[in-house]
């Protein structure tokens, strides 16, 4: 223990040219917690080819493109780790980093956009992401206002010969909590620093350090806003989180990210690789079309399978305590991450409920209208006769 704690220290203090002597932070508890901590967070460089790399830290993989113009990077990992990462980025080049692309909106790969707008760099998603985003703010204002709501009403029951007042709040709470989540839409000061600066619908092309980066939209694949990113000269591909290695991809349901969607992503993918295409996924090691496919057959395999105890009649919590088809990936270590096999089984059935729903419902409307129609000839040869 004490030996880790020394070679932390150490390892602070060999790195940065503007780190406090050891005495300063042994005597200081902040110190060593942020010396520890920065230690921790450090990503890892990854070379990929000879102007890119990727970083592999908490959150996200971050993938940085340099060359005659300046730097270019995909996605931001967390607020807290921006200086590492910009230490990192210092190593590989003096040129500024002049983009900043967002492969979704999920804090793991935007929570660092602020910073990295603050030394210049201009930000980029799709705008839905955009929308996410903007979305996910207003609804922590309004949370903050209904808490400060039931606050108050919570503080009046305190209060002695507050009966009356209290039962027209209680009474009026609905009322009132519109009126709340308007005003703190009204009222929210937006954060835009952390938004993205330039939106779009569908694709775009860069002319950056003498290559064409081409931006996908992957339509409802882990959310709404999901883009993969092109380098064809490099021959690499950041998918962002529309393809993780080695994982259950996480499926963002509330914000429009769809089972069906993530298959035709991945699918997307895979035809703009080919053999040699390094693949920057959004999470885990760097990957290849091969993995890709793997991907993809998984997530085939476990619909299916699904389906059918949907069809027997299983329950989801059924579903998600079963592991006869899921071994095979579980024992690559599948599971062992953010989304573990039961999640993940969880997801693949709320798919599975939802098509069989949408098909339901289809059924029982082409059943009404042939119904309709019957009943309309039926009238007509009645008028005839
Ligand atoms: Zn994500």
Redesign the pocket.
């Known amino acids: 223990m004490k030996l880790n704690f020394a070679l932390v220290i150490a390892l602070f203090i060999c790195t940065f040219s503007f780190a406090q002597t050891d005495e300063e932070i042994g005597n200081d508890p902040e110190l060593t917690k942020k010396a520890e901590e920065k230690a921790k967070n450090r990503p890892g460089t990854y070379p990929v080819t000879d102007n890119i790399f990727m970083l592999k830290g908490m959150g996200?993989n971050i993938a940085v493109h340099h060359g005659i113009d300046g730097v270019l990077m995909i996605d931001t990992q967390f607020e807290n780790i921006s200086e590492s990462i910009l230490e990192a980025i210092a190593k590989e080049t003096d040129l500024p980093l002049e983009f900043v692309i967002n492969t979704?909106?999920?804090g793991?790969?935007t929570g660092g956009n602020k910073n990295f707008k603050r030394k210049g760099a201009t930000i980029l998603a799709h705008e839905n992401t955009r929308d996410i985003m903007l979305s996910k703010m207003y609804k922590t204002a309004e949370q903050q206002a209904l808490a400060d709501l039931e606050k108050s009403i919570d503080e009046a029951k305190g209060i002695s010969g507050s009966g009356e007042k209290l039962a027209a709040m209680e009474e009026t709470k609905e009322e009132l909590m519109i009126r709340i989540r308007e005003q703190a839409q009204e009222n929210m000061e937006i954060d835009y620093e952390q938004l993205p600066a330039i939106s779009f619908q569908d694709d775009m092309l860069f002319h950056y350090n003498d290559e064409e980066i081409k931006l996908f939209h992957i339509p409802n694949a882990?959310?709404k806003g999901d883009i993969m990113v092109y380098f064809p000269k490099s021959n690499v591909i950041h998918t962002?989180?529309a393809f993780v290695n080695g994982m259950y991809p996480?499926i963002?349901f509330e914000n429009g990210g769809s089972y069906e969607g993530y298959q035709r992503g991945l699918t997307t993918i895979m035809n703009r690789a080919n053999d040699e295409t390094v693949i920057i996924p959004?999470h885990g090691n760097l990957a290849n079309r091969a993995d890709v496919i793997e991907m993809r057959r998984m997530m085939k395999i476990f619909y299916d399978k699904v389906v059918v105890e949907y069809m027997m009649n299983k329950t989801e919590d059924q579903v998600a305590e079963m592991r006869n088809f899921s071994e095979l990936f579980d024992e690559k270590g599948y599971g062992d991450g953010f989304i573990t096999t039961e999640r993940f089984l969880r997801s693949v059935y709320k798919a599975v409920a939802l098509e069989k729903g949408r098909e339901r419902d289809k059924n029982k409307r082409q059943t009404e209208l042939l119904k309709k129609n019957q009943e309309r000839a039926k009238k007509m040869d009645e008028g005839r006769q």
Do not use: E, L, M, V
């Open positions: 996200g979704h909106a999920h793991d790969h882990h959310t962002g989180d996480f963002d959004g």
